[in-house]
């Protein structure tokens, strides 16, 4: 059998590709960027052409890799391999995505969501290390995350747990959700929609220096809020502070649940720094009673960018 494990991550914006050895060193890796436009069959074309290349440039042999894992941002229905909801990659709704991948690379393939494989990552590999029970949260264009119960990664009955963006969390202050509905911290906290959030603040007549960063008002978005919040701009500080008040309250209600404090971040919107992540605690800290007995542990992610692709590689058995 072959030692070596392939990952591939498949995001929004780009694709991330890597082979692993049996020690789970990543001997070769790959980028490129995510066709928007490519129907689910191009793009597991490009997916398996792209990976058949690089295992042939490694210098490995198509019985060198035991199989190949994948991550998509979607719901998945892991048992059957099957790709439900994605707000980011629409081609991906309800795609057969293992069988597709399988004939095409002619391996064993095993798919699942991005989040959740971010999670198994983080807990074997980074900040999640050594604790039995822990919740992951991706904070980036969209909310997303995986729990990890009893040292394992928990999927649910139809494998799609731990899609904690869409917490149900205020019917009032939420844009409709790429799930459909309203109200969802998605729809508040996510750096999509508190880009949309500043727009239209800007847009009814708030002025601020995030659209000085962003040019244009239709290019706001979160690298232009969070340039203003340096600048202590105070729409950026209220956009910034509405998105930490809610995700404080997601972590609050999973915690009520699961009876986890251990909560991993990662994701391009912690970039905004500690005036946010700290405001994200205060919250939690606020509405949590039982936080004064048992403090949390709010961990920063310790993989970034590679967290994904790292769990895909570990679902090869
Ligand atoms: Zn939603």
């Known amino acids: ?18 082979i692993f050895d049996a020690d789970m060193q990543l001997v070769a890796q790959q ?22 290349q690089m295992v042939e440039k490694t210098g490995l042999k198509p019985q060198d890799v035991r199989g190949a894992g994948a991550a998509f941002p979607a719901s998945v229905d892991t048992g059957r391999g099957v790709t439900l909801e994605s707000g980011n990659v ?55 995350g995986g729990l990890i ?27 409709p959700c790429g799930c459909g509905v309203i109200g969802c911290v998605d729809s508040i906290s996510s750096g999509t929609f508190m880009a949309r959030y500043a727009m239209d603040r800007i847009k009814e007549g708030e002025e601020s220096r995030i659209l000085d960063f962003a040019g244009t008002l239709s290019s706001v978005d979160m690298v232009a809020v969070g340039r203003a919040l340096q600048m202590n701009d105070p729409l950026a500080l209220e956009v910034v502070n509405r998105g930490a008040e809610y995700l404080g309250r997601m972590f609050h209600s999973l915690n009520q649940i699961f009876d986890i ?5 990662g994701g391009g919107i912690t970039n905004l720094g500690h005036r946010f992540t700290d405001r994200m605690i205060a919250s939690y800290r606020h509405h949590s009673l039982i936080d004064q007995k048992y403090p949390a542990k709010f961990l920063p992610a310790e993989l970034g960018g590679r967290a994904e692709m790292i769990g895909a590689a570990l679902l090869v058995p």
Request: hydrophobic share 40%; net charge negative; aromatic share 8%.
């Open 261 to 265: 404090n251990i909560f991993v971040y």
């Open 1 to 18: 059998m072959g030692k070596y494990a392939i990952g591939i991550d498949v995001g929004g914006t780009q694709i991330r590709m890597g």
């Open 31 to 52: 980028k490129f960027l995510t066709d928007a436009d490519s129907t689910a069959a191009e793009l597991m074309d490009f997916l398996a052409q792209q990976t058949k």
């Open 149 to 175: 119960l009893n040292g394992q990664l928990y999927h649910g009955m139809h494998g799609m747990a731990g899609e904690i963006g869409h917490m149900f969390i205020s019917d009032s202050t939420g844009y």
């Open 90 to 144: 629409v081609c991906l709704v309800d795609q057969p995505v293992r069988d597709m991948l399988e004939q095409r690379l002619q391996m064993p393939v095993i798919v699942d969501n991005d989040g959740n494989l971010a999670a198994l990552a983080e807990h074997r590999y980074g900040a999640g290390r050594g604790y039995d029970h822990m919740i992951y949260a991706t904070l980036a264009t969209g909310i997303g």
